[in-house]
């Protein structure tokens, strides 16, 4: 069986371990003689299934009873609108820090409702770093603050929880979710699509306080409403049932593992040996992000030049490294280490990056 190192930004790597256990109970799902594909979403074993799910996400973030779990469709890019049209007005606006483009898109959407206040944007340094904490302007008579805890293509990260006062704190966690263990209490609310770091593409993960979604604008259609899928369990209509059952799985699997702690020292030892890489090349490799707002979750960088580039993206492949190529917005080199990715992976890449060095 041929496997790669798939370091691809999403869909990305999965464990393992959880490919092989959905594999073999694929035809035969909980002995009811179904796949999980054909299982409805009504029957016991799969409501044990989502439940449980639900369960392992609040254990692993340290949350109690106050917070909700909800699956929904729409990958993050519809949370960017449902979020400012569930708690933002003109009065009361939603507040967003701009710092990739992600982030940039979830402000347009609550721009183009007339509910958007800009607290800090790093554009005019091309997405380099994430803003400290006393350049944030957070309207006081702001709905939320937004922001996007990493950022995926820039390859940056928020390394502090932003105090905010009075105002409740969102985060679009798609590309960090259950990365490292984090004050989760400090968020009102933290939405993931779960294809970068917890499953296959289908669902968004939304863990919110129960006290935010209990009641939602009765004018907004029912698929925009949050108490839709609050007060129905995320049941209200079909869920994507195959990608809850994976994500079910690879929470687990995390838990297994010795929980965000013990995932967090094997995510930092992955980051230090790419970093290490790119900061002992002489310049061969620049980083694109600052150092102090480097992401733990995707190393990008460049070569000296295009030709180069090009180059090394098909000799890593040729080397069964998979999926480093840079977004074009970006360029050169993108390294996405997720949870899945094992230590030894980022060795072969570092190892590769100084061979390829010494021999260009």
Known sequence: MKRVYNFNPGPATLPLEVLQEAQ????????????????????????????????????????????????????????FAMIPLNFATKENPGSYAVTGTFAKNAYKEAENLGVAQLAASTEAEIFRRVPAQSELNIAQ??????????????????????????????????????????????FSLIYAGVQKNLGPAGVVIVVVKKSLVEKSLPTLPTMLRYDTFYKKNSLYNTPPAFSIYMVGKVVA?????????????????????????????????????????????????????????????????????????????????????????????????????????RNA
Not at 48 to 63: F, G, P, R, S, T
Not at 149 to 177: C, R
Request: glycine share 8%.
């Open 253 to 357: 699997w995390l838990k297994a593992q010795g929980g965000l702690a013990e995932i967090a020292k094997r995510n930092a030892r992955k980051a230090e040996i790419l970093y290490a890489a790119i900061d002992e090349s002489e310049g061969f490799y620049t980083g694109h992000a600052e150092k102090n707002s480097r992401s733990l979750m995707n190393v990008t960088f460049r070569l000296p030049n295009e030709e180069l580039e090009k180059k090394f993206v098909a000799e890593a492949l040729e080397n069964n490294l998979s999926g480093v190529k840079g977004h074009r917005s970006v360029g050169g080199m993108r390294a996405s280490i997720y949870n899945a990715m094992p230590i030894e992976g980022a060795e072969i890449l570092a190892e590769f990056m100084k061979k390829f060095r």
């Open 141 to 186: 008579n702001a709905a939320y603050f937004h922001i996007c805890n990493n950022n995926t293509i820039f390859g940056t990260e928020f390394h502090y929880v932003p105090e905010t006062g009075a105002v409740p704190l969102f985060a679009d966690m798609s590309s960090d979710m259950l990365s490292r263990p984090w004050d989760f209490k400090k």
């Open 24 to 79: 073999a109970e694929f035809l035969n799902f909980g002995d009811s003689g179904m796949s999980i594909l054909e299982i409805s979403h009504r029957a016991k074993p799969y409501e044990k299934v989502h439940n449980q799910a639900k369960a392992d996400i609040l254990e692993l973030m340290d949350l109690g009873d106050d917070y909700e779990v909800l699956f929904i469709q729409g990958g993050a890019s519809l949370q």
